[in-house]
């Protein structure tokens, strides 16, 4: 036992490790000397860059508001961009850090955790944090990682801390303010939501200008079929997640998955859909722990086929050190090719619905019996309530 709980906690400091340097090493980055597939420093990196030198009044909106991050890049001894990266690189190390120390209060399998933690590294949009490391999401994704750790662990004033100075980071953060309410103590769900909208508000009528950035980029088709391209396989794999998980842990995790769900609809009517949806990645990896929790019982070749073929079609998604330069692969357009790996994937995960179909109907009614409980209760606490009130008068 002892044995083991040391191989728990090395997994969770060294792994972290590696997939930062994968990241760092593989994935291209933008920049000035990038290749041209790559691109250039985008324009949020460079109002962030005008906030750390000190150039505050030139930037524009919202990234002027987004204050936690050039503060802190102003203080290391780094240019902008370089600062930029080393702070998301920290960031990303932590989210993975604490996603398996949440996966652990889980009680997943060690096998699980990886597996689930080398998924939510490859989804494409997770890589972006790599390919253009000069932004503030990756400390915006380490602070939702952190928030769900503190409403699993029922710490509510780290929450509210977290949460409140998470909002300086990025706006996404939010939608998972209200994530208390599930824990049914309602006056500090109500602090928490009032100190969100306050750190909201208050830096939007200090900081006002008429600067606002012409980079929005909404709704439409083409950035919707590459979110759907990413994610397809995945939602389906986080669906049956959240059906198989543990009734523990389920109402709490469904309640984090819809607010970020609803939040990344939301954001993403007029800011950059790829990244909106990338705040589900810490109740991605819950979900997909869950799913392959599930196959490593009794079907853990299927898990890991579906794991390398997921590996292996995210990685010709996003550019990377050994592929930019070369449009084939094995004489196939790469188009073509990480459309044929998806199709497997997606086969197979099909292929695993299949084989957990006992599994999946029993979590599925277990499930309903939570919610429709749930439901009956409520209503029976205001009939209690309603009948003692209709005593008194």
């Not at 597939?37 to 460079?46: P, Q």
């Not at 790599?130 to 769900?148: A, E, Q």
Request: charged residues 15%.
């Amino acid at each position: 036992m002892q044995s083991l709980r040391i191989k728990r906690y090395l997994l969770i400091l060294l792994m972290p490790v590696v997939l930062v340097l994968i990241g760092e090493t593989v994935i291209l980055h933008r920049g000035d000397n990038a290749p041209e597939r790559v691109g250039s420093l985008t324009i949020d990196t460079v109002q962030y860059v005008k906030i750390i030198e000190g150039r505050f009044d030139d930037a524009m909106l919202p990234y002027r508001y987004r204050i936690l991050v050039p503060s802190i890049a102003r203080l290391l001894p780094f240019s902008p961009p370089a600062a930029l990266k080393l702070i998301t690189y920290v960031a990303l190390y932590f989210c993975y850090l604490i996603g398996l120390l949440i996966l652990m209060k889980m009680s997943f399998s060690m096998g699980s955790s990886v597996a689930a933690m080398l998924a939510v590294f490859a989804i494409p949009l997770h890589l972006l944090n790599y390919s253009n490391p000069y932004l503030t999401d990756g400390l915006g994704m380490m602070v939702l990682f952190l928030m769900i750790w503190c409403l699993l662990y029922n710490r509510f004033w780290s929450f509210l801390a977290v949460g409140g100075a998470g909002i300086l980071v990025r706006e996404a953060t939010l939608f998972l303010v209200p994530a208390w309410l599930i824990r049914k103590q309602y006056l500090k769900a109500l602090l928490a939501i009032i100190i969100g909208l306050l750190a909201y508000a208050i830096p939007r009528y200090l900081l006002r200008s008429p600067n606002y950035s012409p980079d929005a980029q909404s709704w439409n088709a083409e950035r919707m079929l590459w979110v759907l391209r990413s994610w397809f396989s995945f939602g389906i794999m986080g669906f049956l997640g959240l059906l198989l998980i543990r009734k523990l842990w389920f109402s709490r995790v469904a309640w984090v998955f819809g607010l970020l769900l609803t939040g990344a609809f939301l954001a993403g009517t007029y800011a950059d859909i790829f990244r909106m949806f990338s705040i589900l990645t810490p109740v991605m990896l819950i979900l997909l722990a869950a799913f392959f929790y599930s196959l490593q019982r009794k079907h853990a070749f299927l898990g890991i086929s579906i794991l390398i073929f997921l590996l292996l079609g995210d990685f010709l998604l996003v550019p990377n050190l050994l592929l930019y330069d070369d449009r084939t692969l094995w004489g196939i357009d790469r188009k073509h090719c990480a459309a044929a790996i998806k199709a497997i994937e997606i086969l197979l995960v099909l292929f695993a619905t299949y084989r957990l179909r006992s599994e999946i109907k029993s979590g599925f009614a277990e499930k309903i019996t939570i919610v429709t409980g749930t439901f009956r209760r409520r209503e029976k606490d205001e009939g209690v309530k309603g009948f003692a009130g209709s005593r008194r008068s």
